[in-house]
Structure formats: structure tokens, C-alpha cells
């Protein structure tokens, strides 16, 4: 059984930064791509940032210049630094991990709420 688990998220005030957190355990052999998604009140859940096992990243573009992922494979935690924020970007961030097998795995995802 593979959890995935988020953590970090909470009220920021617009301009302000917050860190997520996502560990991974479980029966999960390789993680090969761990990404960030967002879903707004309304809105389809959408990518944020995705980083591979090289550490290739891709950022939507909406968060590029202001987020940043990273990831430790030895601790099988993903981490996204959120700089700058902005109202918009109030949703539920979920983390997802995917295996070399092309499994995919979710977390239960963290309310990061931007607001005066």
C-alpha cells in the first residue's frame, strides 16, 4: 500500500511564500515522476510542477518565476516552494507520484488559501 501525504499548506497573505511538502511511503519500488497539481473552487484540477528522477522540472505557466520543486529520492519527498503568491493560486494542491511502471499515486491534497 503506497501513501502519499501532503503537508504545509494553510492561509498566506498574497505576496507571502509557503512550503509543501509531500512524502511518499509504502510499496512503491521507483518513483520516477512526482508532481504538484491545484484544483480552485470551479475549477479542473491542473499541473503546477512536475519533476522527474533526473530533476527535470516543468512549471505551468502561471507559477513559472514564482514556484519552485524539488525532490529528494533518498527520502522519496517532494517538496514545492511557493514565492509571490497570489490570490489565484488559493486551491487544494494534491502531490502525485508515478512509478516506473506507470503507476500513478495520489495524496489527499492540502488547502493553500491566499488572501488578505
Known amino acids: 500500500q503506497v501513501q502519499v501525504v501532503e503537508s504545509g499548506g494553510g492561509l498566506v497573505q498574497p505576496g507571502g511564500s509557503a512550503r509543501l511538502s509531500c512524502a511518499v511511503s509504502?510499496?512503491?519500488?521507483?518513483?520516477?515522476?512526482m508532481g504538484w497539481y491545484r484544483q480552485a473552487p470551479g475549477q479542473q484540477r491542473e499541473l503546477v510542477a512536475t519533476?522527474?528522477?533526473?530533476?527535470?522540472?516543468n512549471y505551468a505557466n502561471s507559477v513559472k518565476g514564482r514556484f519552485a520543486i524539488s525532490r529528494d529520492n533518498a527520502k522519496n519527498t517532494v517538496h514545492l516552494q511557493m514565492n509571490s503568491l497570489k490570490p489565484e493560486d488559493t486551491a487544494v494542491y494534491y502531490c502525485?507520484?508515478?512509478?516506473?511502471?506507470?503507476?500513478?499515486?495520489w495524496g489527499q491534497g492540502t488547502q493553500v488559501t491566499v488572501s488578505s
Open positions: 502525485k507520484v508515478r512509478d516506473s511502471w506507470s503507476n500513478e499515486f
Open positions: 509504502g510499496n512503491i519500488f521507483t518513483i520516477y515522476v
Open positions: 519533476i522527474s528522477r533526473s530533476d527535470t522540472t
